[in-house]
Each structure stands twice: as structure tokens, then as C-alpha cells.
């Protein structure tokens, strides 16, 4: 999984990222470059269009008229048995897959968010170790301080 958040786990409002952060954007990318991502079908709207250079795959509970791949839980299961898949959001797919998840790269924006509606799953409980962490200062195409944390399990 991979993820970026607020202080208290926001991650969402109005079907969009809270904030602008170019350093953390450029994170995702390097992260989930040549792989799989999986997300839902309003990740997916919000996106405009398929993500370059990855393996777009999309669930949800209808079929999408856009060209782009579809899988069920299953299906994303046997895939992540070869392949390493990255849960890119949202809130729901992030639920669905936590219990299989092994390892979660996320972003601590340093921000408090009102009027979030859409929230990271907490990792309190699931069994997850912080193996790396590190805190970069906000730049020129930043709002806000953040920090980057590796867990696995």
C-alpha cells in the first residue's frame, strides 16, 4: 500500500488530495513505477486517466466504460503473488486489503485537514514495524513539511 495523510489520518475531501505537495508526488511515482496499481473506481475518476508507465487496474462493483482493466479482490490477490501490486486508494480498497497487506509506504503530510471525508486505515493493531522514516522540509511546490515512513510486517 501506499499512501499520504494528515496528522490524523485524512487522506480525502470532495473526491480530491487536501493538498499539493510535489515532493511527495514524486515519491509515489519513483515508489510505484513498473508496477501494478490497484484502486477504486473513484481513485480512478479523480485521476483523469491512467497513470503512465504502470499497470493500471481498477475495482469496482460496475463495469467502467472507460479502456481500463478491471479485477476483483481475487484476482488482485493472485496477482500480488507474482507481481508486487501497490493499493493506491481509496479509503474503501485500503480496508479491503489491509489484512493482506505487507508492507505500506506512507507519507505524514504535516497538516490537519477540515471537513476530511475520506481516511488512511490505521496501522494500531495490525502488526506493522517502522523501519524507515524521513522527515523533508517542504519545497517550493509544497504546502506543507511531511514525512516518509516504510512499514512492513
Known sequence: MIF???????????GDLPWRQSTDLKHF?????????VMG????????????????????????????EQMN??????LAES??????????????????AKEIRRTIVHT?????????PTLDGEGFYLIGERRVEAGPKDEHDMTFQHWIR
Open 41 to 68: 473506481r473513484k481513485t480512478w475518476d479523480s485521476l483523469g486517466g491512467a497513470l503512465p508507465q504502470r499497470r493500471n487496474i481498477v475495482m469496482s462493483r460496475t463495469v467502467l466504460e472507460a479502456e481500463v
Open 73 to 78: 479482490v481475487d484476482e488482485v490477490l493472485a
Open 83 to 100: 507481481e508486487d501490486v501497490f493499493i493506491i486508494g481509496g479509503g474503501e480498497i485500503y480496508t479491503l486489503f489491509m489484512e493482506h
Open 112 to 120: 490537519a485537514v477540515e471537513g476530511a471525508d475520506t481516511f488512511a
Open 4 to 14: 499520504a495523510c494528515d496528522e490524523h489520518g485524512a487522506i480525502g475531501k470532495d
Open 29 to 37: 511515482k519513483r515508489t510505484t513505477m513498473q508496477r501494478p496499481i
